[in-house]
């Protein structure tokens, strides 16, 4: 694989992942369990789909790459490259609640490498999003250690939420084709180098939730070589759904 | 599944509503007032408030309810029972202050006195 | 967004205007006065019982309004066509849960808690507009809501900001600066597809057709029909009339369709050169008063929609409700 395309399928993924996670998490918006969380969650959505935007940009800028509303919202299942965890419903508000604390950790940390990246698109997009992303797990961590100490039910219920999340979260991680290129050049650390940082940042938090951390023995993988849920699918044509009547008009 | 136009209801195992949920009273928590700082030296103005569990909630719902727009550096919060103001029937105690001419700029004229001078001492 | 013109009337209301004889008339002339002269009412003045029930009322059905008006909208986030138009609408659809945000503020500054004010719109005891109770069907419903409803709603709500209450003032001027956005946005999505291609236009004018009468309906029956307005107007509670608003609307909005080709299906409608004043077909009222009895097409899906967020969100709200510091809650005080 040529460095230009593993660059590409670094983009594509982390783009896949924001837009259907961003698409999922809006779904709260008008649905939350309190008017201001309703507000704070959906900005974090917006946020997401805009560093979506930001990335398919690039693509479309540094590598001649298609219009981002078709590239986003056109192509097949197959050729999405999200992990599965972003792709599963938003379900109980705890599932999207532990979802958000460790997508936006595991977000952060990426963000936080490329702001060294040798990749100069990249490496600036992390510093604008930095801020940004501070907040979502300002966010995360409170939400997570406040309803963790609450009590027993509510622990029990954020337990249940991480013991569902985590071998899906453990796809986020899912090793890529030149990554190794990737790591010589520069561009990133690779995605064993995230995981162990990520693990250092929730940890903490965890601990602080009384929480216990799942063991990592079957990370959900597939979504990076285009393999996926049922959920993928449905999302996409409500996604398209508009799109689709002319795809020539714009809208 | 339900019938509905939206796909995000279809998705929700939905009820139906035969009126029988009932809020309980302070479930929507406590509230706290919402002061906003529009650039760094400005004053904080208070522009709402918002319901919170606590006061580190409270920065972070305000943050985006209060601070997603316009411009805004930072935020204070406070326990609206923890506000204490005068009534409208104490409105009086304020009554005789634009009177009070010496407490001001405006009550000292001192162009008119050197205007004054000048004029006899040509 | 959303005000909506007309204030629903509660089954108990003619028993509480009695206790506004009880009224010290002292007190109620230096507050009449107070409000002749122009100043506005702060949550801890004296104010009439009357006033206050009026406020509350107006103030919690503007609030219900923009959480239920939140979700005719949001079934199109996922399907919002690209990510401009995409990121405008959840932007949109959020501004209008903020909007709801404040507007309870406001309503419990005048002493009813959000949570009671919840469970009058789950059980049907207080109204929303009535205009959320239809869907929205295509793509082009939600331009035609993002234009004109909020259009609709602008002409309401600027009135509305020039009221008396202090605190709903406040509120108001934030909401409309935020709704400029939701016009703008909405106008320029409505003309994308006016001026696009035929099957673009075509669906327009379908939704057109199918929202005409709700917004018709939307400022309320014809003043000649509603009573009890004249003691709201002195106390700048209700800022202008049902037939008032509607024609502002029409004489602002109408040619901003016609010029972009477009028809509105009422054979009747025109302005009246002599009075100044549009002249329309009577939509049709029966219909009005049995969506607001609860018989529009999503009355019921709304209202399931909303207690399901309540009911899931519940353990949320209690898990981090401190019952030791409850006795200390308080309402807003501005």
Redesign the interface.
Known sequence: MQLQQAIQELITKMADDELVIGHRNS?WTG?GP????D??FS?MAQDKIGHAWALYRILQESFGGTDPDQFAFLRNARDYRCCHFAEM??GSYEFSLMRHFLFDHAETVRYQSLSGSSFTPLQHLAGKVKGELK?HT??AD??II?LCTAGKDSRRRMQTALDDCFQLAGGIFEPGEGEDLLIAEQIYPGEAALYQQWLNNISPVIEKAGLTLPVLTAPVYGGRKGQHTQYLQQLLE?MGEVFRLDPEATW | M?D??????N??R????D?S???????????F?VFHQEKRGAHHE?????????A??AL??A???FG??KKCVNLWVV???D?L?F??EDEDMFANNPDKTYRDASGFKVMDKINKFKAQTK | MYGGGYIFDEPNGKQQREEQLHDDPVKLAAFEARIARGEKI?P???MPVEYRRQLIRLIEQHAHSEIIGA?PE??W???APGFKRKLALIAKVQDEV?HG??LY?AA?TLGK????M??DL???KSKYSNVFNY???TWADVTVIGFLIDAAAIVNQVANSKGSYGPYC??LE?ICY?ESFHLKQGHDAFIELATGTPAQKGMLQDALNRWWQPIMHFFGPPDKTSNHSEKLMQWKVKMASNDDMRNQFLDAYVPKIWELGLTLPDPLLKKNADTGKWEYSDPDWDLFFEVIKGNGPCN??R??????A??NG?WI??A???ED??E???????
């Open positions: 779904e649905l309190v008017m201001e969380e507000i704070a900005s419903p938003i907040y300002l966010h409170a939400w406040q409500e | 339900n509905s136009l939206d796909p995000r209801v998705r929700l939905l009820d139906k509503n009126g949920f009932k809020v309980e009273e302070g479930e929507n928590w406590n509230v007032e208070h522009v709402g408030c918002v319901h919170a569990p606590d580190s909630l972070i719902f943050k985006e309810q997603r727009r326990r609206s029972a506000i103001a009534d409208l | 702060e801890g003045d004296w979700l949001g079934t986030i996922t399907r903020g945000q404040l503020n419990e808690s959000r949570e009671a919840i469970n789950l059980s049907g869907p929205a069907e406040r509120a934030r935020e019921k899906e209202l399931d929609v909303r207690k399901w309540e009911e519940r709200r209690k981090l409700m401190r510091e409850m200390r809650s308080a309402l807003p005080v501005a």
